[in-house]
């Protein structure tokens, strides 16, 4: 059970990127990013539990309790299966589902949404005007998937701008919320009271 855990923690660090880095300039705490990457390694685990294949064919992020998911899997029961394993996991406030039932893509596609989101990721990286470290951008079939907290709708526009002028992309999806949003108070309260009980 710990070699197993030990493997989703790694493969999740991995793929996520180092949480040290960039928690002190988000705008979550470093206890609510704490609790997000727990949550990602729990689903993790969880969806190697039922299949290697479902966790590589499944890309997941967590965001103050909402979890999105998107790839591609092969049938309409193993994409419910996603949301029900991301649903089982204490805490989540949201679940969005962005799985496509479809042939699993192959190495070449892999490699198209990683150029993208590293396209994605320097032309956040270079506009001094956003907060580059509350964004995370995911490709999944050359649809990018933008998650985070904008400072304001400026800053969210010129995120979705610098995402829709990369050519390769077919289109961008914004899952991001403003910083004073209503909703990002209401699943930390929640997860507050479930915490306390």
């Not at 996603?82 to 042939?103: F, G």
Request: charged share 20%; proline share 2%.
């Amino acid at each position: 059970m710990l070699k197993r855990y030990m493997v989703v923690m790694t493969a999740t660090l991995s793929l996520g990127g180092c949480l040290g880095v960039q928690v002190n300039s988000q705008e979550r705490s470093f206890f609510t990013a704490l609790d997000d990457l727990n949550m990602q390694i729990e689903l993790n685990a969880r969806l190697i539990g039922e299949s290697g294949a479902l966790f590589a064919n499944v890309n997941s992020t967590v965001i103050e309790g909402r979890i999105h998911v998107s790839g591609t899997v092969p049938s309409p029961d193993q994409r419910i299966l996603v949301t029900r394993i991301a649903w089982s996991i204490p805490r989540v406030t949201e679940v969005v589902n962005d799985i496509e039932v479809t042939i699993a893509t192959g190495l070449a596609d892999t490699a198209i949404d990683r150029w993208i989101t590293a396209q994605v990721r320097s032309l956040i990286l270079s506009d001094i005007s956003v907060r580059d470290s509350n964004y995370t951008i995911d490709t999944e079939s050359a649809v990018v998937y933008i998650h985070g907290i904008a400072q304001d709708h400026a800053e969210l526009e010129r995120v979705l701008v610098h995402a829709r002028s990369v050519s390769q992309a077919k289109r961008v999806v914004n899952y991001a919320l403003l910083k004073d949003d209503p909703r990002r108070f209401s699943a930390a309260a929640q997860r507050v009271a479930v915490t306390q009980q």
